[in-house]
């Protein structure tokens, strides 16, 4: 079971994401906060109980502490804990801070309920999630796009760094990623409309391809490919 504290500064997010979450057999939510100060007090309590949330859901934009200075404050005294930060298009700065401070990723706020599901699974194993959209806008901000004139393509920053993964068929790249995200077959075969057949065929065919033995390899290689292109544009 993996248990999780909610931080929004919006009383009906907040509830809201505990109804949808707890649909979930192996989540639950052990708490919930309005802003970073109340999430410190309640993971305080929580530790007291030996009950500390081994994810934190974190708003960036809250009054009287924001998600940046509650991760810097959180992972100090609380290392084990994972965050995930929940985020608009808006918010890229601060989720770069949050990303230098130990944040383990980041997931729009609008994001389909079995997508911030499998996003809390993969920050709870220890693996770095970077949400579909944000990264695009960050790679139109890089530095070398600002000198050219021109946008770069994802693409471009995947085949410099990993040319094999850059290589897969688009449908691969998919299904790569939602390994990356910790979804199974059956989960990877009903997020993209085709048969759990299919999806076997393609995960034969990236690990040939990628020279990779399992699954955990593989989710390795891709959290390091978005790390490395995440570092490269804020750096």
């Known amino acids: 079971m993996i248990h999780l504290l ?22 639950t ?3 919930d906060a309005g802003n970073g100060q109340e999430a410190l007090n309640a993971i305080a309590s929580l530790a007291q109980k030996s009950q500390l949330p081994d994810v934190v ?20 005294h609380y290392p084990q ?11 890229d700065e601060y989720i770069s801070q949050a990303m230098n401070y130990g944040a383990k990723g980041y997931l729009l706020k609008d994001s389909p309920p079995e997508d911030l599901a499998m996003a809390i699974r993969a920050v709870n194993k220890g693996h770095t999630h970077l949400g579909p959209g944000l990264l695009e806008k ?3 901000r890089s530095p070398s796009a600002s000198a050219s004139g ?19 068929s688009p449908r691969e790249r998919e299904v790569l990623n939602l390994i990356a995200q910790g979804a199974n077959n059956r989960e990877i075969a009903a997020k993209l409309y085709i048969s759990d057949k299919t999806v076997k065929n393609h995960v034969t065919s990236i690990l040939s ?5 399992d699954r955990t390899q593989a989710a390795l290689l891709v959290n390091q ?11």
């Open 6 to 27: 909610i931080v929004d500064d919006q009383t009906i997010i907040r509830h809201g994401l505990k109804s949808l979450l707890e649909i979930q057999k192996d989540l």
């Open 29 to 31: 939510v052990v708490g």
């Open 57 to 76: 859901l974190l708003d960036v934009r809250m009054p009287i502490m924001d998600g940046v200075a509650t991760t810097k404050k959180l992972l100090q």
């Open 81 to 91: 804990i994972k965050i995930l930060i929940l985020t608009t298009f808006d918010d």
């Open 138 to 140: 960050m790679l139109q």
């Open 150 to 168: 021109k946008s770069p393509q994802p693409e471009s920053s995947i085949s410099a760094i990993s040319p094999e993964i850059a290589a897969l």
């Open 209 to 213: 391809k990628l020279n990779l033995r």
């Open 225 to 235: 490919v978005q790390l490395t292109i995440f570092r490269e544009i804020e750096g």
